[in-house]
């Protein structure tokens, strides 16, 4: 075997790789990651609140219009898989001992990275089941933000609550800053960071 076909297979073998691996580097795993949420109880019912940044979402496509801007007129579906795919799945919530699987996904939005509504429950509650983004905004996916109401049914607020957001594997670094509010109206609230990477995860109890 000579030395010139030994250097040719060489060659066509790492255009090869690189071929294979390019399209890899347009999903490249974000670095650092916030996740904003709010649980709040109430009655019989237990609503979660969730702000993730939408560049961690890899598994679901985004209806696109002109130069790849996102096409908020049909984005609905994208953005409740999303919320199943990248949030819900990733979410172990228990009252008491009991899990609470499968919420009701009552309301998605797709926001600009600026947009502060996450500031109060109260603004987050309204901002997520208010009006949508207007059609003719120009916005490409990985620059925004989703935004999703859950509820979960309770036997009663006064439960001891059990939350591990298993969010680590939305990137290098994930924060997920979440807040408890106690039912009744009380305007208190108890603010939990949890901090993990690609390989711990740890439980939040209230």
């Not at 598994?59 to 999303?82: G, K, T, W």
């Not at 987050?124 to 935004?147: C, K, M, R, Y």
């Amino acid at each position: 075997m000579s030395m010139m076909f030994v250097l040719r297979r060489l060659v066509l073998l790492l255009a090869a790789l690189m071929l294979w691996a390019a399209p890899a580097s347009a999903h490249d795993i974000p670095s650092d990651v916030t996740v904003q949420a709010f649980v709040k109880p109430e009655g019989h019912i237990l609503r979660l609140l969730v702000r993730l940044p939408l560049k961690t979402v890899m598994d679901v496509e985004f209806p696109h219009r002109e130069r790849e801007f996102v096409d908020l007129a049909r984005v609905d579906q994208s953005l409740r898989d999303a919320a199943k795919v990248a949030l819900a799945n990733n979410i172990d919530l228990y009252e008491g001992d009991t899990l609470l699987s499968n919420p009701r996904i009552v309301s998605t939005r797709m926001s600009l990275e600026s947009d502060r509504s996450f500031a109060t429950y109260e603004e987050a509650l309204a901002h997520v089941t208010g009006p949508a983004l207007s059609n003719d905004t120009t916005i490409f996916w990985e620059q925004g933000v989703l935004d999703v109401l859950f509820e979960y049914p309770i036997k009663s607020d006064e439960s001891r609550f059990s939350i591990r957001p298993a969010f680590e594997r939305l990137g290098l670094r994930v924060v997920t800053v979440l807040r408890f509010l106690p039912p009744g109206g009380r305007n208190c609230s108890e603010v939990m960071v949890f901090r993990a990477n690609r390989s711990n995860a740890a439980w939040i109890e209230k």
